[in-house]
């Protein structure tokens, strides 16, 4: 499946933004789906998770209450609506089709997409 993630770009604390993710699959609607991003210096970590039917999701402790996501299985995307952004948010930011909902560990999955880089400036 490919994946192409769009909508980073550059933001002043406490701003937002809307994160897309096209997929390619045409399974997709089968797939739980997950964000996740990797801030400068780190590891890629987990942000969140939708399952596959779109009623159920769950997010990491440092977004819950900021960050949304949600889909549309009719178009194969995915969406991360992001408020209150503060600098510790800058990162590049990916999503994966999870192996299975409840899955948080980016070290299950060898291929990502090119990611989208969101910065927020203080």
């Known amino acids: 499946v490919r994946l192409v993630e769009s909508g980073g770009g550059a933001v002043q604390t406490g701003g937002s933004l809307r994160l897309s993710c096209a997929a390619s699959?045409?399974?997709?609607?089968?797939?739980?789906m997950g964000w996740f991003r990797q801030l400068p210096g780190n590891e890629r970590a987990f942000v969140a998770a939708?399952?596959?039917?779109?009623?159920?999701?769950y997010y990491a402790g440092s977004v819950k209450g900021r960050f949304t996501i949600s889909r549309d299985n009719e178009k194969n995307m995915v969406w991360l609506d992001m408020h209150n952004l503060a600098p510790d948010d800058t990162g590049v930011y990916y999503c994966?089709?999870?192996?299975?909902?409840?899955?948080?560990?980016?070290?299950?999955?060898?291929?990502w997409g090119q990611g989208t880089h969101v910065t927020v400036s203080s």
């Open positions: 994966q089709v999870l192996d299975y909902f409840g899955d948080a560990e980016p070290l299950h999955y060898d291929h």
């Open positions: 699959e045409g399974t997709f609607k089968l797939d739980p």
């Open positions: 939708i399952h596959e039917s779109g009623t159920n999701w």
